[in-house]
Protein backbone atom coordinates (compact mmCIF):
# COMPACT_ATOMS: atom_id res chain seq x y z
CA UNK A 1 0.00 0.00 0.00
CA UNK A 2 0.89 3.58 0.24
CA UNK A 3 1.32 4.33 -3.63
CA UNK A 4 2.09 7.93 -5.10
CA UNK A 5 2.12 8.37 -8.68
CA UNK A 6 3.24 10.97 -10.90
CA UNK A 7 2.47 11.76 -14.64
CA UNK A 8 4.37 12.03 -16.69
CA UNK A 9 7.34 10.32 -15.98
CA UNK A 10 9.38 12.10 -18.81
CA UNK A 11 8.07 15.25 -20.42
CA UNK A 12 10.46 17.17 -23.40
CA UNK A 13 8.50 20.60 -24.65
CA UNK A 14 9.88 23.83 -26.14
CA UNK A 15 10.65 27.10 -24.62
CA UNK A 16 7.74 28.56 -23.50
CA UNK A 17 5.16 25.62 -23.12
CA UNK A 18 3.09 25.36 -19.91
CA UNK A 19 3.60 22.22 -18.38
CA UNK A 20 1.66 20.08 -16.03
CA UNK A 21 2.56 17.09 -13.49
CA UNK A 22 0.41 14.98 -11.62
CA UNK A 23 0.73 13.41 -7.90
CA UNK A 24 -1.27 10.81 -7.18
CA UNK A 25 -2.18 9.08 -4.08
CA UNK A 26 -3.17 5.71 -5.29
CA UNK A 27 -4.42 3.56 -2.38
CA UNK A 28 -4.40 6.69 0.71
CA UNK A 29 -5.72 9.73 1.10
CA UNK A 30 -2.96 12.81 1.22
CA UNK A 31 -4.26 15.87 3.28
CA UNK A 32 -0.54 17.70 2.70
CA UNK A 33 1.19 16.41 -0.67
CA UNK A 34 4.94 17.97 -1.28
CA UNK A 35 6.48 19.09 -3.99
CA UNK A 36 10.68 18.84 -4.54
CA UNK A 37 12.97 19.60 -7.34
CA UNK A 38 16.56 18.00 -7.77
CA UNK A 39 19.12 18.94 -9.96
CA UNK A 40 21.57 16.31 -11.08
CA UNK A 41 23.93 15.01 -8.37
CA UNK A 42 22.36 17.06 -5.89
CA UNK A 43 20.10 16.80 -3.23
CA UNK A 44 16.40 16.90 -3.56
CA UNK A 45 14.78 20.98 -2.72
CA UNK A 46 11.63 21.65 -1.34
CA UNK A 47 9.72 23.93 -3.67
CA UNK A 48 6.38 24.27 -2.09
CA UNK A 49 3.63 22.20 0.71
CA UNK A 50 0.59 21.61 -0.67
CA UNK A 51 -2.22 21.17 1.29
CA UNK A 52 -5.68 20.18 0.21
CA UNK A 53 -8.11 23.13 -0.23
CA UNK A 54 -5.40 25.95 0.92
CA UNK A 55 -3.17 27.75 -1.56
CA UNK A 56 0.43 26.33 -1.16
CA UNK A 57 2.89 27.30 0.67
CA UNK A 58 5.95 28.07 -1.28
CA UNK A 59 9.72 27.80 0.08
CA UNK A 60 11.82 31.10 -0.23
CA UNK A 61 13.16 31.97 -3.55
CA UNK A 62 10.43 29.95 -5.25
CA UNK A 63 8.24 31.85 -8.19
CA UNK A 64 4.51 30.80 -6.84
CA UNK A 65 3.40 32.48 -10.48
CA UNK A 66 5.50 30.47 -12.09
CA UNK A 67 5.45 27.18 -10.38
CA UNK A 68 1.54 26.99 -10.19
CA UNK A 69 0.37 24.36 -7.67
CA UNK A 70 -4.11 22.66 -6.96
CA UNK A 71 -4.51 20.35 -4.61
CA UNK A 72 -8.44 20.30 -5.41
CA UNK A 73 -8.79 16.57 -3.84
CA UNK A 74 -7.33 14.31 -1.28
CA UNK A 75 -5.62 12.17 -3.93
CA UNK A 76 -4.31 14.91 -6.11
CA UNK A 77 -1.88 17.77 -6.81
CA UNK A 78 -0.94 18.93 -9.53
CA UNK A 79 2.38 21.47 -10.87
CA UNK A 80 2.41 23.33 -13.49
CA UNK A 81 5.50 25.36 -14.77
CA UNK A 82 4.07 27.87 -16.72
CA UNK A 83 5.76 29.55 -19.70
CA UNK A 84 8.92 27.05 -18.90
CA UNK A 85 12.56 27.84 -19.88
CA UNK A 86 15.74 25.80 -20.61
CA UNK A 87 16.59 26.52 -16.56
CA UNK A 88 13.24 25.05 -15.43
CA UNK A 89 14.57 21.85 -16.84
CA UNK A 90 15.34 19.12 -14.03
CA UNK A 91 13.77 16.20 -11.71
CA UNK A 92 10.13 17.01 -10.08
CA UNK A 93 9.48 14.56 -7.14
CA UNK A 94 6.04 14.70 -5.43
CA UNK A 95 5.47 13.11 -2.25
CA UNK A 96 2.47 12.51 0.15
CA UNK A 97 1.77 11.77 3.59
CA UNK A 98 -1.22 10.21 4.77
CA UNK A 99 -4.48 12.11 6.01
CA UNK A 100 -5.30 11.39 10.09
CA UNK A 101 -2.71 8.92 10.43
CA UNK A 102 0.01 9.66 13.00
CA UNK A 103 3.06 8.02 12.55
CA UNK A 104 3.57 7.05 8.84
CA UNK A 105 6.26 8.60 6.80
CA UNK A 106 6.21 10.62 3.55
CA UNK A 107 5.58 8.29 0.25
CA UNK A 108 7.78 9.45 -2.71
CA UNK A 109 6.55 9.14 -6.44
CA UNK A 110 9.06 8.14 -9.11
CA UNK A 111 9.42 11.45 -10.22
CA UNK A 112 9.22 13.80 -13.80
CA UNK A 113 12.23 14.38 -15.47
CA UNK A 114 11.49 17.78 -17.40
CA UNK A 115 13.42 18.81 -20.70
CA UNK A 116 12.95 22.56 -21.99
CA UNK A 117 14.31 22.70 -25.34
CA UNK B 1 17.60 27.11 10.14
CA UNK B 2 17.13 23.70 9.66
CA UNK B 3 20.38 22.11 7.89
CA UNK B 4 21.56 18.56 7.26
CA UNK B 5 24.86 17.82 6.27
CA UNK B 6 26.47 14.60 4.85
CA UNK B 7 29.91 14.83 4.28
CA UNK B 8 30.67 12.30 1.81
CA UNK B 9 29.48 12.43 -1.38
CA UNK B 10 30.47 8.76 -2.06
CA UNK B 11 31.56 5.93 -0.26
CA UNK B 12 33.26 2.74 -1.19
CA UNK B 13 33.64 -0.25 0.61
CA UNK B 14 33.95 -3.68 -0.15
CA UNK B 15 31.35 -6.54 0.60
CA UNK B 16 31.62 -7.60 4.48
CA UNK B 17 33.02 -4.33 5.39
CA UNK B 18 30.91 -2.21 8.25
CA UNK B 19 29.72 1.06 6.68
CA UNK B 20 29.03 4.04 8.38
CA UNK B 21 27.29 6.93 6.81
CA UNK B 22 27.06 10.36 8.51
CA UNK B 23 24.88 12.79 9.07
CA UNK B 24 24.81 15.99 10.96
CA UNK B 25 21.80 18.03 11.29
CA UNK B 26 21.26 21.65 12.98
CA UNK B 27 18.01 22.54 14.31
CA UNK B 28 17.32 24.68 17.81
CA UNK B 29 14.12 22.05 18.33
CA UNK B 30 13.43 18.19 19.12
CA UNK B 31 14.12 17.18 15.43
CA UNK B 32 12.58 13.66 13.50
CA UNK B 33 15.53 12.22 11.71
CA UNK B 34 15.33 9.81 8.59
CA UNK B 35 16.96 7.90 6.42
CA UNK B 36 15.90 7.64 3.12
CA UNK B 37 17.65 5.30 0.48
CA UNK B 38 17.32 5.49 -3.36
CA UNK B 39 18.30 2.27 -5.22
CA UNK B 40 19.06 2.17 -9.09
CA UNK B 41 15.96 3.32 -11.12
CA UNK B 42 13.43 3.59 -8.02
CA UNK B 43 12.08 5.94 -5.76
CA UNK B 44 12.71 7.22 -2.96
CA UNK B 45 12.13 4.98 0.13
CA UNK B 46 12.57 5.56 3.55
CA UNK B 47 14.86 3.18 5.26
CA UNK B 48 14.71 4.43 9.02
CA UNK B 49 13.56 6.55 11.58
CA UNK B 50 15.23 7.57 14.47
CA UNK B 51 11.55 7.22 16.40
CA UNK B 52 11.63 3.48 15.56
CA UNK B 53 14.23 2.22 16.63
CA UNK B 54 14.80 -0.51 14.57
CA UNK B 55 16.97 -1.80 12.20
CA UNK B 56 16.16 -2.08 8.41
CA UNK B 57 18.41 -4.29 5.43
CA UNK B 58 20.95 -4.56 8.76
CA UNK B 59 20.94 -1.22 9.25
CA UNK B 60 21.13 0.91 12.41
CA UNK B 61 20.89 4.67 13.04
CA UNK B 62 21.11 6.35 16.62
CA UNK B 63 20.32 10.37 17.20
CA UNK B 64 22.80 11.77 19.23
CA UNK B 65 21.49 15.22 20.38
CA UNK B 66 24.91 15.97 21.92
CA UNK B 67 26.70 15.74 19.05
CA UNK B 68 23.53 16.58 15.94
CA UNK B 69 24.33 13.25 14.42
CA UNK B 70 22.31 10.36 12.74
CA UNK B 71 25.10 7.98 11.51
CA UNK B 72 23.64 4.79 9.46
CA UNK B 73 25.27 2.22 10.24
CA UNK B 74 26.24 -1.63 9.40
CA UNK B 75 28.52 -4.14 10.21
CA UNK B 76 28.59 -5.85 6.86
CA UNK B 77 28.07 -4.39 3.71
CA UNK B 78 26.15 -6.13 0.92
CA UNK B 79 26.19 -5.78 -2.78
CA UNK B 80 22.46 -4.96 -3.31
CA UNK B 81 23.27 -2.26 -0.64
CA UNK B 82 24.94 -0.47 -3.63
CA UNK B 83 22.37 2.73 -3.64
CA UNK B 84 21.84 6.74 -3.08
CA UNK B 85 21.13 7.44 0.90
CA UNK B 86 19.66 10.58 2.25
CA UNK B 87 18.99 11.79 5.54
CA UNK B 88 16.36 14.12 6.47
CA UNK B 89 15.41 16.42 9.18
CA UNK B 90 11.59 17.17 9.82
CA UNK B 91 10.27 19.22 12.66
CA UNK B 92 7.26 16.65 12.85
CA UNK B 93 6.57 13.13 11.63
CA UNK B 94 4.72 13.33 8.69
CA UNK B 95 3.15 16.95 8.61
CA UNK B 96 5.72 18.77 8.24
CA UNK B 97 8.61 19.57 5.25
CA UNK B 98 11.45 17.25 5.04
CA UNK B 99 14.75 19.01 4.78
CA UNK B 100 17.90 16.56 3.07
CA UNK B 101 21.19 16.36 3.03
CA UNK B 102 22.90 15.97 0.08
CA UNK B 103 23.27 12.52 -0.36
CA UNK B 104 26.09 9.88 0.11
CA UNK B 105 26.60 7.34 -2.69
CA UNK B 106 27.55 3.97 -1.36
CA UNK B 107 29.10 1.45 -3.66
CA UNK B 108 29.67 -2.09 -2.14
CA UNK B 109 32.07 -4.27 -4.68
CA UNK B 110 32.26 -7.45 -4.45
Known amino acids: GAVVSQHPSWVICKSGTSVKIECRSL??????MFWYRQFPKQSLMLMAT?????????EQGVEKDKFLINHASLTLSTLTVTSAHPEDSSFYIC?????????????FGDGTRLSIL | AQRVTQPEKLLSVFKGAPVELKCNYS??????LFWYVQYSRQRLQLLLRHISRESIKGFTADLNKGETSFHLKKPFAQEEDSAMYYC????????????FGTGTRLQVFP
Open chain 1, 50 to 58: SNEGSKATY
Open chain 2, 88 to 99: ALSRSYNTDKLI
Open chain 1, 27 to 32: DFQATT
Open chain 1, 95 to 107: SASHAGRANQPQH
Open chain 2, 27 to 32: YSGSPE
